[in-house]
């Protein structure tokens, strides 16, 4: 069922991911362009995956898992990133990267919450019939 609360919260997510690839067009260190796009990318698909595998609650707990290891791998990237920007941080031109990535794992925590809420419900009911 696509209405749920917790697809909101995956599709806030993707967004995020969408959002980050968007904004992240300015890496050159390290490679960060293709490693930032390679895992935006996945971050997206693995959302979408997650959002119409409803039916199986604990795949999609497991996809949300990956997806906020995914993120946190990348806030830290971003965080290393914006520490070795030359001349300081001046957030009103730089630094918004590292907001979506924290906004996705925020997202995906509470869409956990209420996959977990679902299947006590489910399991709740199973154990009236």
């Known amino acids: 069922m696509l209405q749920r609360i917790q697809t909101i919260w995956i599709f806030l997510a993707v967004l995020g991911a969408l959002f980050l690839n968007l904004t992240a067009q300015d ?24 959002i119409f595998s409803f039916k199986n609650r604990k795949r999609q707990i ?39 990535s924290v906004i996705a794992i925020v997202c995906l925590l509470l869409a956990n919450v209420y996959i977990k809420k679902d299947e006590r419900l489910v399991k709740s009911v199973d154990r009236l019939r």
């Open 62 to 100: 497991l996809l949300n898992n990956i997806s906020i290891f995914i993120n946190a791998l990348l806030l830290g990237f971003l965080i290393y990133w914006l520490l070795k920007l030359p001349g300081g941080i001046s957030f009103p031109e730089k630094g918004i990267e590292p907001v979506f």
């Open 27 to 50: 890496f050159d260190i390290l490679g960060g362009n293709l490693l930032i796009n390679i895992s935006t990318v996945l971050l997206i698909l693995l959302g979408l995956l997650s």
